[in-house]
């Protein structure tokens, strides 16, 4: 089974590249209270389909480049701005 993540679409200025914000909620083991965190992927997007705002899945694949090791699996929900 694949490592997926779910997340928004923050960049998409390059070509068939996008930047995803995957953020992610644990709970302080001393103060009990949850911390939001996030971490920046990026993802193959050969179609360039996704636009700024667009919540998709991303899926891992071989590596495409030094950082891109992640491709487009899915668009959950567009973006609202047209």
């Given at each position: ?16 590249t ?5 953020t ?35 899926e891992?694949c ?14 959950i929900?567009a973006?609202?701005?047209?």
């Amino acid at each position: 089974m694949r490592q997926n993540f779910i997340g928004m679409v923050v960049g998409n200025a390059m070509q068939k590249t996008i930047k995803v914000k995957v953020t992610t909620q644990k709970i302080h083991p001393i103060v009990m209270k949850a911390i939001k965190t996030h971490k920046n992927y990026l993802a193959h997007d050969e179609k360039e389909l996704c636009k700024l705002g667009d919540v998709v899945r991303i899926e891992a694949c071989r590596p495409l480049s030094k950082r891109k090791h992640f491709s487009v699996a899915e668009v959950i929900q567009a973006s609202k701005s047209a």
